[in-house]
């Protein structure tokens, strides 16, 4: 049977009211495969996400992390910090992150090490410009990064990393990628992973879809073989979208 991760990132959405809010309406969803579904949250609403979700097999975690485990850095969120709340997930290399927040995959691999070490889940994004994909560039572009983000990575640690394949032109755009479109990029990065260390290793990845998922679009692309779930901006603000998105990966 195949794997799923059905993860909600809320970006910088959502007050603490808001969150517990969504939390209770998720709950009260029942969901049958809650503990493949998760919330990565703003740092502000982890803590009580944490605890609305206790007991209910729901996971939840952080969008970024710094990658030194404490220090002079201002602002910043370590691991230690994110393992304290108990979070079970930490997105890494976003693109928002990598275009608006100067994130590159040097920082990305420190992350990811950082984070393993740790045995929070990094759930990390890869994938192509609309430029680059118009280019013909596209695989290239994300085996480059595939291939940067996981240098150094042992096979063991590598085979609990979970990756995004986020086309930026379909973030938050509404225009989603075509089933046919996200499965072959999924595929060819199973493939890297492959190439990389082992096809046990490739095979039995994580490899989610992210970019203008909802419930209209859920279930054909879920269905696709190598779409392990998604990274669902927009459409995971609202309990009943999220939880339409999971039911729909539970029905496959
Ligand atoms: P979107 O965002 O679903 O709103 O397109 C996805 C993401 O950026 O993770």
Redesign the pocket.
């Known amino acids: 049977m195949k794997k799923f991760l059905i993860a909600g990132?809320w970006?910088m959405n959502k007050t603490s009211a808001e969150a517990a809010e969504f939390a209770e309406a998720l709950k009260a969803k029942e969901l049958p495969n809650a503990k493949d579904v998760c919330v990565l949250a703003p740092f502000t609403l982890i803590g009580g996400l944490g605890k609305a979700f206790e007991g209910t097999g729901i996971g939840f975690g952080a969008q970024n992390v710094h990658f030194e485990p404490s220090g002079a850095f201002t602002g910043e969120i370590s691991v230690p910090m994110l393992k304290d709340l108990g979070v079970g997930y930490c997105i890494v290399g976003?693109?928002?992150r990598r275009e608006y927040f100067a994130e590159t995959d040097k920082t990305v691999n420190l992350k990811l090490k950082a984070l393993l070490q740790a045995g929070i889940t990094p759930i990390l994004?890869v994938g192509e410009s609309l430029e680059i994909r118009e280019q013909g560039g596209e695989q290239t572009f994300v085996a480059g990064q595939v291939i940067a983000d996981f240098d150094g990575i042992g096979t063991e640690d590598a085979a609990k990393v979970v990756i995004?394949y986020?086309p930026i032109w379909?973030?938050?755009?509404g225009k989603t990628a075509t089933p046919d479109q996200a499965e072959e990029m999924c595929a060819f990065i199973r493939g890297v992973i492959s190439g990389i260390y082992d096809d046990a290793t490739g095979d039995s990845m994580l490899i989610l879809y992210?970019?203008?998922?909802k419930p209209s679009n859920a279930k054909e692309l879920l269905e696709k073989p190598d779409i392990n779930g998604g990274?669902?901006?927009?459409?995971s603000l609202k309990a009943d979208d999220l939880a339409a998105i999971a039911e729909a990966a539970a029905s496959l």
């Open positions: 990132n970006k976003h693109s928002e994004c995004a986020e379909a973030i938050g755009t992210g970019g203008s998922m990274l669902i901006g927009g459409a």
